[in-house]
C-alpha cells in the first residue's frame, strides 16, 4: 500500500529555520517525482516544488524559488522541504504528494499534511 | 490570482448532475490533455478524481467524469451523492515558467 506520511504540526517564530518531512513507503521511492503543496488557511492549492529522489533534480514554481529548499534521503525514502527564515505568511498547511503521468501536477497519492502556524 | 478560472461555488440536489468548469488558456488547458481535477474534503487531502482530462483512477466512482472543449475542462458528477459535498480544484500543465497550475477551487454544495 502506497503510503506517504507528513511529520507532525509545527509552531514557529519568524525569522526561525524549519524542516518538514514526508516518508514514503509501499512504492519504489527513487522512480517517482514528490511535489510540494500549499495551502493557505480558507484558500486554495499551490504547487511549490518538487523533486525526484532518484538523482535529487528538482522544479520550483517561480512563486517559491528561493523562498523553499526542497531535498530527498533515499536510504530513508523521506522528502523534505525547507525554510531557512521563516514568516508569517508562510503559515499554510503543507502537502507532500507523488506524482505520476507527464503532467506536472498529477499527484496519485497523498500525504496527511503538516500545518506550519508562524506567528511572534 | 489563479491562472485557471473556476467557478467559485455550484450547487445541485441529490440525484442531480453537475459540471464544474476550468477555464484556461491555449498556453495551458486549451493546448495540452494535461488536465486533472482533485476532490477535498474539509480537513483531509486533496484526492485524484481525474487525470489527463478524462482518465478515472482506479477505485473512483463512474460518477465522476473529465471532458475538454477549447481552453475550457469541465468535471461532470452525474447522480449527486452528499459525500460529493466538497471542495474542487482543477490543475493543467502550463508552457508559463510555472510548469503546472491549479484553479482557484469550487465549493459543491449538496443541497
Known amino acids: 500500500e502506497v503510503q506517504l506520511v507528513q511529520s507532525g504540526a509545527e509552531v514557529k517564530k519568524p525569522g526561525e529555520s524549519l524542516k518538514i518531512s514526508c516518508k514514503s513507503s509501499g512504492y519504489s521511492f527513487t522512480t517517482y517525482w514528490i511535489g510540494w503543496v500549499r495551502q493557505m488557511p480558507g484558500k486554495g492549492l499551490e504547487w511549490m516544488a518538487m523533486i525526484y529522489p532518484g538523482d535529487s533534480d528538482t522544479k520550483y514554481s517561480p512563486s517559491f524559488q528561493g523562498q523553499v529548499t526542497i531535498s530527498a534521503d533515499k536510504s530513508i525514502s523521506t522528502a523534505y522541504l525547507q525554510w531557512s527564515s521563516l514568516k508569517a505568511s508562510d503559515t499554510a498547511m503543507y502537502y507532500c504528494?507523488?506524482?505520476?503521468?507527464?503532467?506536472?501536477?498529477?499527484?496519485?497519492?497523498w500525504g496527511q499534511g503538516t500545518l506550519v502556524t508562524v506567528f511572534s | 490570482q489563479s491562472a485557471l478560472t473556476q467557478p467559485a461555488s455550484v450547487s445541485g440536489s441529490p440525484g442531480q448532475s453537475i459540471t464544474i468548469s476550468c477555464t484556461g488558456t491555449s498556453s495551458d488547458v486549451g493546448g495540452y490533455n494535461f488536465v486533472s481535477w482533485y476532490q477535498q474534503h474539509p480537513g483531509t487531502a486533496p484526492k485524484l478524481m481525474i487525470y489527463?482530462?478524462?482518465n478515472r483512477p482506479s477505485g473512483v466512482s463512474h460518477r465522476f467524469s473529465g471532458s475538454k472543449s477549447g481552453n475550457t475542462a469541465s468535471l461532470t458528477i452525474s447522480g449527486l451523492q452528499a459525500e460529493d459535498e466538497a471542495d474542487y480544484y482543477c490543475?493543467?500543465?502550463?508552457?508559463?515558467?510555472?510548469?503546472?497550475?491549479f484553479g482557484g477551487g469550487t465549493k459543491l454544495t449538496v443541497l
Open positions: 489527463d482530462v478524462t
Open positions: 504528494a507523488r506524482r505520476v503521468g507527464a503532467a506536472v501536477i498529477n499527484f496519485d497519492y
Open positions: 490543475s493543467s500543465y502550463t508552457t508559463s515558467s510555472t510548469l503546472g497550475v
